[in-house]
């Protein structure tokens, strides 16, 4: 079962410039910086009052963030969602017709497993997250 809002994904070209805004601008607490390699990302995620933001800059041109900046631009790129089962819900998700980017959970950043259904199927590109095994 879907518990709650975990983040908002950001896509950016310039994680520092990011920073420097949101940090020592705007005054968001930085948690953490952090490269997940196989999302080919660097990610900067930031705490305001309890929400979680991910601003996430591509680490190569094979990144999906690249390709998604490229194609959009800077923006919103994804709402994760906390589940504590992401294998059962992938599985209800595809009972239900739903098509997903990640038939399996994938890992994600900070100890996660993470799956995404397609922006066909939810409006906005959607993120599943639970914690890694």
Known sequence: MIKRIDHIGVA???L??????????????LLEIEEVESQGVRVAKF???GVHIEFL???????PIYKYIEKKGEGLH????FTD?????????????IQLINQQPVEGSSNTRIAFIHPKSSIVLTE??????
């Open 128 to 133: 599943l997250v639970s914690k890694g095994e």
């Open 85 to 97: 089962d992401i294998d059962g819900e992938l599985d209800r998700l595809k009972e239900n017709g």
């Open 12 to 14: 950016v070209k310039d």
């Open 57 to 63: 800059e591509p680490t190569s041109q094979d990144s």
């Open 78 to 81: 994804h709402i994760a969602y």
């Open 47 to 49: 705490d305001i009052n």
């Open 16 to 29: 520092n410039k990011a920073i420097s805004l949101y940090r020592d601008v705007l005054g968001f607490e």
